[in-house]
Structures are given as C-alpha cells and as structure tokens.
C-alpha cells in the first residue's frame, strides 16, 4: 500500500512515522509513505502558496495552482483513492478503516489556515474525510491518523501478539481491563481470574468485562452492539 501525502510540512508526517511500530512497518516494507509539498509546484518566484481570500475575510486561503499541479505529479495506481483531511468531511470510523485498508494507493490532501480554494475539491474531486468534529490548524494529524488506524490492518504491520481484530471497535465493544507485573500494587490486586490460567474462565472474564464497560462509558456503542446480538 501507497500512502502520498501532500503536505506544506512533509516533516511533521516524516518525523511521527520514523517511531515504534509505524518506524518497524516501514522499514519492513509493509507499506510506503511519500510526501508531495505543493511549494515545489508554485510557479511564483516567492514560493507563495496562499493568499487573501476574495469577498475579504480574515485569514489565509490555499491557493489552487500548487495544490491542482502537486496532485496531477502524483502517479495514480488502478486501486487509488483521494482524501482531503477537512472538518466538513465524514467522521472517520473503523468501518471506514477497513475499507480504505483496501486500496493500493491513498492520495491525502492537508490543509493549513482558512483551507483550500473551492478549486481545488471542483478539480481534484477528492473525497472528503474527518477525523472528529473541531478544527486543527493543520491537515497533517489527521492524515496521520489515518495513516496510522489503515496501516495497522495491513498484514505485517502489527506483530502477532499485538493483533488488530482483539481490539476495540472489531466486535463493536471497548477493551476489557489489561494487567502487567507486579501482581499487587499500591494494594490493588491483579484480579485472580487471570492468574489460573484457565483460558475459557479467562475469555469469558474478558467478554463480560468488555460489555460492562461499553455500558457504562459508551452507550452509544452499547445500544448498536445488543442490536446486533439479537
Ligand atoms: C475549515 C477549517 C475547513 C481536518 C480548516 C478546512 C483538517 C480538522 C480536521 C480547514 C483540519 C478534522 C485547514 C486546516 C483543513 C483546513 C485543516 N481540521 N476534524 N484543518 O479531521
């Protein structure tokens, strides 16, 4: 899988995927990241990527050229999809990641300041994705995000022990209570179900354990979740 960035600052995304897991998965050639900065596509002799916004206004508007020309550089696979990283875009969910782990190419579009110029959706046609309803000063965590919950359901990514489908959301529930070394601490104990080894006894802890919580801090997923069960 192919993810190509266009960014104004290729090293924020650079810098967050040269760590942990992300850094092994790269490395191991699980999937690829290239960054396109439409500065190299201006045709001014400022570099100028922005500028006032017709009808006035505060702030900073995208301007089209570098935006339209970047994309056009960008080889497109058969198996491609273009994103632009925008509040007004749908709210991501893992239903959403399981479908964009699909594609052989994802082309993210970041913005900065006021946003785009309405060009560039009318050309590029991109569609539109949000990671959650507030406003960044930048495109880049969220593409990032992006990047990060698609990539972790790529085979190869994630290590056996850390697999994706025991995780939140795969079955509609949030996690279940996880433990490490010591046994007590502070005079909180380690609950002894997990400490007999009984796998059956310790998968059923675990499940009822995950329903509880969903109750209680996501009702929400709770309703869904018993619609499902029945
Ligand atoms: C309004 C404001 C429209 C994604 C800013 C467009 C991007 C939040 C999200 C923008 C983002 C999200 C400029 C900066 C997009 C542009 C970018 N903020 N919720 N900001 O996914």
């Known amino acids: 899988m192919i993810f190509d960035v266009m960014t104004l600052f290729p090293e924020m995304i650079e810098d967050y995927l040269s760590h942990s897991i992300m850094k092994r998965a790269l490395s191991n050639d699980v999937f690829t990241v290239n960054t396109i900065n439409p500065r190299d596509y201006t045709l001014?002799?400022?570099?100028?990527?922005?500028?006032?916004?017709?009808?006035?206004?505060?702030?900073?508007?995208?301007?089209?050229?570098?935006?339209?020309?970047?994309?056009?550089?960008?080889?497109?696979?058969?198996?491609?999809?273009?994103?632009?990283?925008?509040?007004?875009?749908?709210?991501?969910?893992?239903?959403?990641?399981?479908?964009?782990?699909?594609?052989?190419?994802?082309?993210?579009?970041?913005?900065?300041?006021?946003?785009?110029?309405?060009?560039?959706?009318?050309?590029?046609?991109?569609?539109?994705?949000?990671?959650g309803d507030f406003v960044l000063t930048g495109g880049e965590l969220p593409a990032l995000c992006l990047i990060d919950a698609v990539s972790r359901k790529i085979e190869g990514t994630l290590g056996k022990i850390e697999s994706a489908d025991e995780d939140t959301f795969s079955n509609g529930l949030v996690e279940y209570p996880h433990y490490t070394k010591p046994r007590e601490y502070r005079g909180l104990k380690v609950p002894d179900v997990l400490l007999n080894g009984n796998h059956k006894e310790i998968n059923e802890y675990r499940l009822q354990q995950s329903i509880e919580r969903t109750k209680i801090k996501r009702p929400d997923l709770y309703e869904k979740w018993s619609k499902t069960c029945d």
Do not use: W
């Open 44 to 131: 001014n002799k400022h570099k100028k990527v922005d500028d006032t916004p017709y009808g006035g206004g505060a702030g900073m508007v995208l301007m089209a050229q570098p935006y339209v020309d970047a994309y056009e550089s960008i080889k497109k696979l058969e198996n491609s999809q273009t994103i632009m990283l925008s509040p007004q875009g749908k709210p991501l969910n893992d239903g959403m990641v399981n479908e964009l782990a699909t594609f052989d190419q994802l082309i993210l579009m970041c913005g900065h300041y006021e946003g785009f110029d309405e060009r560039i959706r009318e050309i590029v046609k991109p569609r539109e994705i949000s990671i």
